[in-house]
T-cell receptor, first 112, second 115 residues
Framework: GENVEQHPSTLSVQEGDSAVIKCTYS??????FPWYKQELGKRPQLIID?????GEKKDQRIAVTLNKTAKHFSLHITETQPEDSAVYFC???????????FGGGTRLMVKP | EAGVAQSPRYKIIEKRQSVAFWCNPI?????LYWYQQILGQGPKLLIQ????????DSQLPKDRFSAERLKGVDSTLKIQPAKLEDSAVYLC?????????????FGNGTRLTVT
């Protein structure tokens, strides 16, 4: 089955700096890679996703890149703000459905 | 649009007791998922339904866990008997269809503590 590794497990940045979170996956058949943000005690919320036919996708301060050859994808947050502080999860799935396999999560702390 | 509703929000039981969680997906969503999220880890899929049929339950510990979605709408997840290692947040999610253009929407989860 699919295995998703996520690094780092914790990340502390100064407000205004950039943050990068990296994930690797094992199943070359995976072709859908979403990122979720989970604030303390709340539900995971989709913030951006990318499909395997695209190498990069941007949405305001958030971008995701995908390298299918190396089987890794990354989340980039620019101009970080304190409200970006949360746990971020990457995930992967294949065409059989949305049976997502999640990474272990990254706790991002943005210091004001 | 109303979100995915789950109840109860919290539950504390002793080991070997039984517990049930309820989920009401977003209206019109055919696909429903139950995930287990242990503290400090990512969610792990337990079971996926398409309407009232099971698509995948390969990671559901069937000796103690069961789930049903009888009318293709609401779903219940049951644990009987509970073990200490079942302490986790149980997240329900739904999507319009099981496909790439149907992102998952999660509920707020039920936090289970087994003592």
């Amino acid at each position: 089955g699919e295995n998703v590794e996520q690094h780092p497990s914790t990340l502390s940045v100064q407000e205004g700096d950039s943050a990068v979170i990296k994930c690797t996956y094992s199943d070359s058949a995976s072709n859908y890679f979403p990122w979720y943000k989970q604030e303390l005690g709340k539900r995971p919320q989709l913030i951006i996703d990318i499909r395997s036919n695209v190498g990069e996708k941007k949405d305001q301060r958030i971008a995701v890149t995908l390298n299918k050859t190396a089987k890794h994808f990354s989340l980039h947050i620019t101009e970080t703000q304190p409200e970006d502080s949360a746990v971020y999860f990457c995930a992967a799935s294949y065409n059989a459905g949305n049976m997502l396999t999640f990474g272990g999560g990254t706790r991002l702390m943005v210091k004001p | 649009e109303a979100g995915v509703a789950q109840s109860p929000r919290y539950k504390i039981i002793e080991k070997r007791q039984s517990v049930a969680f309820w989920c009401n997906p977003i209206s019109g969503h055919a696909t429903l998922y139950w995930y287990q999220q242990i503290l400090g880890q990512g969610p792990k899929l337990l079971i996926q339904f398409q309407n009232n049929g099971v698509v995948d339950d390969s990671q559901l510990p069937k000796d103690r866990f069961s789930a049903e979605r009888l009318k293709g709408v609401d779903s219940t997840l049951k644990i009987q008997p509970a073990k200490l290692e079942d302490s986790a947040v149980y997240l329900c999610a739904s999507s319009l269809e099981a496909g790439l253009d149907s992102p998952l929407h999660f509920g707020n989860g039920t936090r289970l503590t087994v003592t």
